[in-house]
């Protein structure tokens, strides 16, 4: 088996992203479909702030993670929605997604980020230390599924509204 490599985004690899994230997301109960747009999306309105992919030499590009600036009501600035993250679903449950995640994770702290927010499964997001905290609200979907990893400054409060492409969606 091949090592994966990670690195950000370059142009050129657009298809492919969109390939992979449309087939990570087939068939997925909890998709609508529309993730593959919704990184285009992102990357056209200038909204796609961090955008790594995992890649195999013998394979090519195997999966990726997208970062997006929120804002919060309480004005607390630098915080950064993660999402969608996706792999070939021939190499799910191999370490990608986690590796991915945390690569992610270590370059927004490197930048000088507060924090990260997302929806998804609590039971998953919990080992990179995201957990959920009334005091940030994300209207919708059920409470316990939004969460938040502080990486610099204390937790804010208020409600998280996600770059325009999401309302899109």
Partial sequence: MSAVTLRPERPGDEPSIHALTEAAFLGTAFSDGSEPDLIGQLRS??????????????????????FSRVTISNNSADWYGLGPVSVLPEFQRSGIGTALINQGIAELRQAGACGIVLLGDPGYYARFGFEHDPQLSYPGPPAEYFQRLVLDGPPPSGVVHYADAFSAA
């Fill in 45 to 66: 309105d200038g909204d796609l702030a961090l955008s790594l992919v995992a890649e195999r030499a013998d394979h090519g590009l195997v999966g990726h993670i997208a």
